[in-house]
């Protein structure tokens, strides 16, 4: 394999996914030595967009855990694609579907807010579980709810974080 057959880049689900932006700034905590980003926070980045997600569904996380879903992660992608600097304007879109029978995929792209150009993108893959961790199918409630918003509201916009 040379070094650019990567494979198959990650794409967001597509059209069948409910998608939503936000924005965030780069925090000074955020960033390393060499004066840009340190590579974990995207993975946290990730996680804001995803929760997000889940709270413009009228699902905020802890809504879900009270109703005994879980989604631990169990795999993620990323691809570092550019740089960004304290206190540069991060636009965060992420995708949610559903992929097979008991995994909710999350797609994410970072453009800059300034620039437009990428910053990063990747994704990660959830599965469903009870409160003890056992694998469940997804709920009706959560399938609906990310159906009926992809079809009535594909693109709605976040807030500055």
């Not at 946290?44 to 631990?72: D, H, I, K, N, Q």
Request: aromatic share 8%.
């Amino acid at each position: 394999m040379n070094k650019n057959d990567r494979g198959p880049s990650p794409t967001p689900p597509g059209p069948v996914g409910y998608r939503h932006t936000l924005s965030l700034r780069v925090r000074y905590s955020e960033t390393d030595q060499m004066g840009t980003y340190y590579n974990s926070r995207v993975l946290e980045w990730f996680e804001c967009a995803r929760t997000e997600l889940l709270r413009s569904l009228g699902l905020p996380y802890a809504e879900m855990e009270r109703r005994g879903v879980l989604l631990p992660l169990v795999e993620a992608h990323v691809e570092y694609l550019g740089r960004a600097r304290y206190d540069d304007l991060l636009n965060l879109t992420v995708w949610a579907a559903p992929e097979g029978r008991a995994r909710l995929r999350c797609a994410v792209e970072i453009m800059h807010g300034e620039t437009g150009k990428p910053v990063a993108r990747g994704y990660t893959v959830h599965v469903y579980t009870d409160a003890e961790g056992k694998p469940i199918r997804p709920p009706s409630w959560f399938l609906q709810r990310l159906e009926e918003a992809a079809l009535s509201n594909p693109n709605p916009s976040g807030q500055t974080a």
